[in-house]
């Protein structure tokens, strides 16, 4: 009889068995891939009874529970729910909840019963066969897996990253989550549709503006968990919503590390851990599904905290020098897209595009027919851009309503028109590959004369980014660090210069030299520094906000202005606790390497009244990704500051 | 090619009237929003950003997908179809008054369309929707309502297809 010929009839015995009797298939399980006759199967039952939780299978059973030896001795579970284990104290006892796990596995075997279990750890079953060299169709014991999983149809994972989103604090480093791949429709593109996305996030349910959210999120005072969805929810959220770039980096796994991102993940559903934002996140939870299907260490940088561009480029192999990635797919964002055909227009075009998207609408309605159908759709994504920013920014009625009626003069104009054939989604982007992007942290040197007094600096910064990095595509100018440090050495005395928890400003401008918008700028910083590098005394720690508006001048150049207040420990000037602030500011790209920073500030102390002016310039040269040089001018109180400085930039 | 036949069947012996089955608006009847509670989950009265606000630390989107029941009715690829059109409603609608686009293409394969047909579907359903779009009042009707009706002239055009389609709105 041949082989698939026994097969069928093995197939044909199991269905016949499983709808007599109305029980799980005990014949799913397979020894050297044939099914178990009743004798086979009481061995099984025998020898799964005598597994012990000894060497590898410990080993694995340890690392799939997330359990962790304490200094005591004893065993907790990263896990934080209880309920996520069989037993009560499964979570602190990895002995006891393996053996009543196995217990699960046996009768199962044996009788064909107990599959709900088996069924909410499918990873775990294979580790517990394994040990007795078998293997179980998890698709025949649980449909429900199978069904929304259908893990023989998943053709490979790929790891996302979306870039920051300033609207929210815990997405200012942006986010990874992983997509389960289907296979290719007819038409030889994939599925959207059944494209799944493998998401981590925490259970919050503070508002962003609430600083306990920000605490909460810091501290450990949210539970995360893993969550599945259709993977054009996010990433029409990120893309046209959020207006976030977004790439997909396809990971090469084999079948074997694939089952097990699929099994493991569906146990994860029903899994919670605290969440801690700068080393417990996205980033962390969804690089270690990886990391445990392939024993690849994608968590590793050089201080306590993890970003997600930190895990994508240890995809690339940082020890073993093999990568994982196989093929990256870049998405750009409504804004990167509209960029990018807006600045591919000759300048006569442009300003006759913003004159067309700006006119009034009565105007604009006797103009949209002379206007081509690829100008149409350039306004479309204007339009939605606008839309998508106002509703980042509470959304502004007047304006909101004023362009639904542009859009749909716009849109109707189009449906008027006959269909383009092989209508084409835009022009072709550049490269903006994360990888090649430069790396979040720096360490700073450079030397300066302060009143003809030299000095030297020494600065380290975990997270940086501001008005003179370069910029990607479409990117908003805008300044976010965290984690500076910067001492200065003067006389051989070495001072805290300044320390920043965090510095914020979102300038939020318009594509478009006219701006049609009503977005505002703002910022917010916890830090503790001096008002000006030349005023010694003036230090304290504070918390400062700001609003304003920022006006885009020209393709390259815009100015902004900044109002808001500071709290702030009672400094060395007038005993002050509360200082007005205000701010003027340019920001202009010289050419692609060197950017320039010219600003003014003005502080007003609340009770004393006391008044001082800061002025500044600040310019960057960057010719490489991995370094920088910069030079800054300083005037306050009439006195002069000058320093020159280089950096080098790393993971 | 015997479902294009079908198809073209249908299509040429469809009247213009046709989008407005048995004298109902399109998207006035039966639609996964109100059946599946998706409009409840995500929808109701408030504006997709808001409705996603929840959305926070790493975009989780739980609240979501918990929110969302589905009665029997509500076939998954039915909730994958109506969603997918109140979720990329603008680029689709820039997609359907064009001709074509990933996100018409989306769509198609969403509802598991013969590809050989998808052509002649998205005329039906660009004839359909510009009717919508030129309606007066497009303009102040609710991204909800918009998408209500761009499922009402799917659903018709799919429901005429004679099976082009597999999935059942």
Known sequence: ?651 | MLRRTLLIIAVACMPATAFAAEGKAPGSGPNPYSECGIGAAIFQDVTWAAATSNVIWDLGVTAIISAISSPETCNARKVATARLILETLPSLEQDIAVGGGAHLTALNETMLCDSSVQTDLNAQLRGAYAQVVQEASYAQKSRYEKASALYGNVKEVVDASQGACDVIL
Request: aromatic residues 12%; glycine residues 6%.
């Open chain 1, 1 to 651: 009889m041949s082989r698939q010929l026994k097969d069928q009839l093995y197939k044909l015995v199991f269905f016949y068995v499983f709808f007599s009797l109305h029980q799980a298939p005990a014949w799913a399980i397979e020894l050297h891939g044939d099914p178990l006759s009743s004798e086979q199967r009481q061995a099984a039952f025998q020898r799964i009874e005598a597994v012990e939780l000894v060497g590898a299978t410990r080993a694995n059973w340890l690392i799939l529970n997330y359990y962790h030896l304490q200094t005591n001795g004893s065993y907790v579970s990263e896990i934080a729910n209880a309920d996520f284990f069989i037993l009560d104290h499964g979570a602190v006892d990895p002995d006891a909840e393996f053996h009543a796990f196995k217990q699960a596995v046996a009768g199962f075997i044996r009788t064909g019963e107990g599959t709900e279990i088996l069924c909410r750890f499918p990873a775990r079953t294979r580790l517990v066969l394994e040990a007795i060299d078998a293997q179980l169709d998890t698709s025949l014991v649980c449909p429900l897996y199978a069904e929304q999983m259908q893990p023989n149809d998943v053709k490979s994972v790929s790891m996302v990253f979306a870039s920051g989103y300033f609207d929210n604090p815990a997405s200012y480093y942006g986010h990874t989550l992983l997509k389960l791949n289907y296979p290719t429709s007819t038409s030889g593109s994939r599925h959207a549709a059944l494209d799944t996305a493998l998401n981590y996030g925490a259970d919050a349910n503070d508002n962003p503006g609430n600083p306990l959210y920000i605490l909460k999120g810091l501290f450990g005072g949210y539970t995360a968990s893993y969550s599945q969805n259709n993977y054009f929810l996010h990433s029409y959220l990120y893309t046209s919503a959020q207006l976030r770039d977004t790439w997909e980096f396809e990971l090469g796994l084999s079948r074997s590390e694939l089952d097990f991102v699929l099994e493991h993940s569906w146990e994860m559903r029903s899994a919670r851990f605290d969440y801690y934002f700068f080393n417990d996140n996205c980033a962390h939870r969804i690089a270690r599904i990886i990391e445990l299907a392939t024993d690849r260490n994608l968590t590793e940088t050089h201080g306590f905290w993890l970003q997600p561009i930190q895990v994508i480029r240890n995809l690339r192999g940082r020890d073993s020098g093999r990568s994982l990635i196989v093929e990256e797919t870049f998405k750009p964002s409504l804004l990167s897209r509209f960029s990018n055909e807006y600045n591919l227009l000759p300048r006569e075009q442009r300003k006759e595009f913003s004159r067309f998207v700006n006119a009034e609408q009565e105007q604009q309605e006797k103009l949209v027919s002379s206007r081509s159908s690829d100008t149409l759709m350039l306004a479309l994504d204007y339009i939605d851009l606008d839309l998508a920013k106002s509703k980042l920014e509470e959304a502004d009625v007047t304006l909101k309503t004023r362009s639904q009626a542009r859009r749909a003069t716009i849109l109707n104009e189009l449906f008027q028109r006959p269909a383009v054939e092989n209508a084409v989604t835009g022009s072709e982007m550049p490269d903006l590959s994360p990888l090649n992007a430069r790396k979040p942290s720096f360490l700073r040197v450079g030397m300066g004369l302060a009143e003809q007094e030299p000095f030297q600096l020494l600065q380290y910064r975990i997270a940086n980014n501001d008005f003179l990095e370069p910029r990607a595509l479409g990117q908003e100018v805008s300044h976010f660090t965290m984690g500076d440090v910067e001492l200065k050495i003067k006389d051989s005395a070495v001072s805290l210069n300044r320390l920043v928890l965090v510095e914020l400003r979102s300038l939020s401008t318009s594509i478009l030299p006219s701006d049609t918008g009503k977005v505002r700028s703002w910022g917010l910083a916890v830090d503790y520094k001096s008002r000006s590098n030349l005023c010694e005394d003036c230090k304290d720690f504070g918390f400062t906000t700001q609003a304003g508006k920022a006006v885009r001048t020209g393709s390259r150049s815009l100015l902004y202005g900044l109002g808001g207040a500071r709290l702030h420990t009672r400094s060395g000037i007038e005993d002050e606790f509360l200082t007005m602030q205000t701010e003027a500011g340019a920001v202009l790209d010289v050419t692609e390497n060197w950017k320039m920073h010219a600003f003014g500030r003005g502080y007003w102390g609340a009770t004393s009244g006391e008044r001082d002016w800061l002025w500044g310039v600040d310019v960057a040269f960057n010719p490489k990704s991995r370094f920088d040089i910069r030079m800054a001018v300083e005037k306050f109180d009439a006195r002069t500051q000058l320093t020159a400085s280089v950096a080098v930039f790393f993971d």
